[in-house]
């Protein structure tokens, strides 16, 4: 049972454009989620999170929307670069069980120069 | 302050023999989880240990184990490996009570043949 479904598994984006990845839930019980910056040979990086009281925030170029009554959540990069080219994960835990990340499926990223 | 550390980077075991894989968190924090990752199911979490004991546990077989030292240091063990366990062990820690903001390490990469 798949409890983030993230999308789309890969994608293209010119340098300088907005990249734009979503994450989708079901447990409303869901109370953080995070997103993650993965490079080849080497374990995630925590990006950015987001709790469910607030409806975006934004980091540098990196924001994050969220929707609760849809029960999505995405990851837009702003102006693009190649250095971004990366897997990214979205993820969600409940009931502060931080410790216990469920993650999207990832979504490869290759910025074109 | 130095991040999470995983040893050893890379290990190959035979089918039926067990393996040890240690990580020890960044200084302070005291919350520690273990994630597998592998191509097909990507990221899915093991355990979660918090002060010595096991705060959540996955959904995987209980030939996986773990403990977490006095120190926060913790270990995994898998015993009678199967191929399937081929996959990148990540370790993250977290210095937030209920364990939000993980932190991974690089991971250990077994090769089970």
């Known amino acids: 049972q798949q409890q983030v479904k993230q999308s789309p598994q890969s994608l293209i984006v010119q340098k300088g454009g907005i990249s734009i990845i979503n994450c989708a839930y079901e447990?409303?019980?869901?109370?953080?989620f995070p997103w993650y910056q993965q490079f080849p040979g080497k374990g995630p990086a925590l990006l950015i999170a987001i709790r469910p009281d607030v409806s975006e925030k934004k980091e540098g170029r990196f924001t994050i929307s969220f929707n609760k009554s849809a029960k999505q959540f995405s990851l837009h990069i702003m102006d693009s670069q190649p250095g971004d080219s990366a897997t990214y994960f979205c993820a969600a835990s409940r009931d502060n069980q931080g410790g216990k990340l469920i993650f999207g499926q990832g979504t490869e990223l290759s910025v074109k120069p | 302050k130095a991040g999470v550390t995983q040893t050893p980077r890379y290990l190959i075991k035979t089918r039926g023999q067990q393996v040890t894989l240690s990580c020890s968190p960044i200084s302070g924090h005291r919350s520690v989880s273990w994630y597998q990752q592998t191509p097909g199911q990507g990221l899915q979490f093991l355990f979660e240990y918090f002060s010595e004991t096991q705060r959540n546990k996955g959904n995987f077989p209980g030939r996986f184990s773990g403990r977490q030292f006095s120190n926060s240091r913790s270990e995994m063990n898998v015993s009678t490996l199967e191929l399937g366990d081929s996959a990148l062990y990540l370790c993250?820690?977290?210095?937030?009570?209920?364990?939000?903001?993980?932190?991974f390490g690089p991971g250990t990469r077994l090769t089970v043949t």
């Open positions: 993250a820690s977290s210095g937030n009570p209920i364990s939000y903001e993980q932190y």
């Open positions: 447990n409303t019980a869901f109370d953080y």
